[in-house]
């Protein structure tokens, strides 16, 4: 009996079977880096070895963090960037297309049993297809592109079940801030967390993508859900299963039954109340009436956690024949070009527009601390982010709250903080 872990892993290191605590070495399927972590911080000890990217085909490089360039630092990071991916030969180039964790699975750049590596602590958002995905520093990518490996221990297998399924205004983003609360920011030991059960099963692959991109928040080292239906309508919408080494038979990468696990944790979906996460940490989270009242300047969402398709349609439910509060400001920067067009193509950008909305241009934006929406001095904002350290997104005396894509919707028009659910009731 395995784990979906154990078999991944035993997959990229050419093995039958792999145990927990051992140290293996694989093969490596994909690796990804940004314009942050990428060429900037390889090329030069690439350089200093001689070597060269070990397979162009399996490097692929995503501008996110320093888009739109707006000084001449950020300008000359992205020029090197694109030259020395010319000069590599690397194919695989997304250049402002949006936020890496939502770009690489959109082009069909992730499949179920695959082993990624990502230059950035959110790549175990691939994990929501059935892959092992996780994040590491400029040096073990160092060693990567030049031998197309990787060591790594064995993990074991946190799962978490979720019943029932999640009510109206309650989402995946208020699951992960309700584990980081109950469980804390270690609760993953860097261990392999797998989320499962019913409320799991039904939700669609980007709310799935949330849970594994927030694994990161709660100190996992992946964050998995296994590939089902609704994983293969996406990877065929994305062109993902006519690649050479697709897997077509998903049933096997689960976890089998019986399977040893390190820890089980079960809850109940039908009883999750929205969640805030309070300033500084995901893990001060609590239900949305202990926070609601607060008093907010800002609502932003934004991010690979909260600014995708799903994401923004969330906020457009709440928003549609509303207004932002006179004397606040909602900031939008969606996760990624192709789910801003589809947003405008629909009319959630338009409704979001409508009601007060400023959109901001694709990319991490303040979530990683740039461009020119950096909080200021003192701001209060709600904010859909998987994280609120201090001075993260700007100045120091700025505190953020965490909430979902509805709460902070609703929380723009209130201008305190808010439970959604009111708003979403009266507008059926």
């Known amino acids: 009996m395995k784990t979906l872990a154990q078999k991944i892993i035993a997959r990229a290191a050419g093995r039958e079977s792999v145990q927990p605590g051992e140290i293996v070495t694989c093969r490596v399927d994909l690796a990804m880096s940004h314009d942050s972590s990428g060429p900037r911080r390889v090329a030069p000890m690439l350089d200093a070895l001689g070597a060269k990217v070990w397979d162009p085909e ?72 059935g892959a092992y995905m996780f994040g590491i520093g400029a040096t073990e990518m160092l060693g990567v592109l030049v031998t197309g490996e990787i060591w790594l221990k064995v993990p074991g297998t946190i799962l978490i079940e979720w019943t029932g399924r999640f009510p109206d205004g309650v989402s995946a983003k208020d699951a992960m801030l309700f584990l980081c609360g109950r469980l804390g920011m270690d609760g993953g030991q860097y261990q392999a967390v797998e989320f499962a059960g019913e409320a799991v099963a039904a939700l669609e692959m980007q709310e799935r993508m949330t849970l594994a991109n927030m694994a990161a928040e709660l100190g996992a080292q992946a964050g998995l859900v296994a590939p089902d239906a609704t994983t293969r309508g996406w990877l065929q919408a994305a062109g993902a299963l006519g690649q050479p080494d697709a897997v077509t038979d998903l049933a096997d990468w689960r976890t089998d039954p019986g399977a040893p696990l390190l820890a089980r944790h079960a809850f109940d979906a039908s009883t999750l109340a929205p969640q805030v996460a309070a300033p500084h940490s ?147």
């Open 58 to 129: 399996r490097y692929v490089i995503v501008t996110d963090h320093y888009v739109p360039a707006e000084d001449p630092d950020s300008q000359q990071i992205l020029r090197f960037t694109r030259d020395w991916v010319r000069q590599q030969g690397l194919r695989h180039f997304h250049d402002e297309q949006g936020i890496c964790h939502v770009v690489l699975p959109e082009r069909g750049h992730v499949r179920p049993g695959m082993l990624i590596v990502g230059g950035d602590s959110h790549s175990s958002t691939g994990g929501a297809f």
């Open 282 to 428: 995901p893990a001060n989270a609590g239900p949305v009436d202990g926070a609601a009242g607060q008093e907010i300047d800002t609502a932003y969402i934004g991010a690979c956690t909260g600014a995708k398709l799903a994401d923004l349609r969330m906020a457009a439910r709440v928003l549609r024949g509303r207004q932002v509060a006179a004397g606040k400001r909602l900031l939008v920067a969606p996760a990624s070009l192709r789910d801003q067009q589809a947003a405008q193509l629909e009319g959630t950008l338009q409704a979001l527009a409508d009601a007060g909305a400023q959109i901001l241009p694709i990319g991490c934006g303040a979530c990683a601390g740039y461009g020119q929406f950096r909080f200021a001095d003192n701001e209060r904002v709600i904010s859909s982010t998987a994280r609120n350290f201090r001075g993260r997104m700007g100045a120091d005396s700025s505190r953020v709250w965490l909430a979902s894509p509805y709460t902070v919707a609703a929380s723009a028009v209130a201008g305190r903080i808010a439970d959604p659910r009111p708003l979403l009731e009266e507008s059926r």
